[in-house]
């Protein structure tokens, strides 16, 4: 079993919906979890990072932690064109090497 | 300011050539890493150093060496390199190695091995 799994879609969702992108984790002490945004040929740019259970907001992004499920989501209110691309989710491996471990990414298409 | 520059942006280097990747921060940041990421695929942790000492090695093979001269500076030496060695390679920092820090990613560079 992958440590950090993501559906890798293709996922495709009308502009305005709300896109909602879903990640599992292996390992219960991961801490931490991050969303990262990856437009085709560029690196990855920090969307949200989430630590405590619950819900984090920051405009029209919402990211939701549930450690007792160990799922991580993101959910993208009123979708733009511009939202087309690949979202990896990470989270923080605390056990051995502490490193952060990616998901294989879930590549969204927002369409007009 | 979370800049974090990578110089070449491309790269194209035949099977015996020696080049370097050079990764620079300002942010003050003591953790540095780099990714190589494959086409459609995530990137994979390749090394860490912590307070300029090498902190992970993920079995990468000896074809390429990290060095961190300071804190500023990550590079990544490159020698003798496999065609499958192409993908885009990424340096990233956080301020210090945590699960609270953010990692932030430079642009990469692409490598192509001929």
């Known amino acids: 079993q992958k440590e950090v799994e993501q559906n890798s879609g293709p996922l495709s969702v009308p502009e305005g919906a709300i896109a909602s992108l879903n990640c599992t984790y292996s390992d219960r002490g991961s801490q931490s979890f991050f969303w990262y945004r990856q437009y085709s040929g560029k690196s990855p740019e920090l969307i949200m990072f989430i630590y405590s259970n619950g819900d984090k907001e920051d405009g029209r992004f919402t990211a939701q932690l549930n450690k007792a499920s160990q799922y991580v989501s993101l959910l993208i209110r009123d979708s733009q064109p511009s939202d087309s691309a690949t979202y990896l989710c990470a989270g923080y491996i605390i056990q051995g090497a502490q490193k952060l471990v990616f998901g294989q990414g879930t590549r969204l298409t927002i369409n007009p | 300011d979370t800049e974090v520059t990578q110089t070449p942006k491309h790269l194209v280097m035949g099977m015996t050539n020696k080049k370097s990747l050079k990764c620079e921060q300002h942010m003050g940041h003591r953790a540095m890493y780099w990714y190589k990421q494959k086409a459609k695929k995530p990137p994979e942790l390749m090394f860490v150093?912590?307070?300029?000492?090498?902190?992970i090695n993920e079995s990468v093979p000896s074809r390429f060496s990290p060095e961190c001269p300071n804190s500023s500076l990550l590079n990544l030496h490159l020698h003798a390199l496999q065609p499958e060695d192409s993908a885009l390679y990424l340096c990233a920092s956080s301020q210090v190695r945590s699960y609270t820090d953010t990692q932030y990613f430079g642009p990469g560079t692409r490598l192509t091995v001929l």
């Open positions: 150093y912590s307070y300029e000492k090498l902190s």
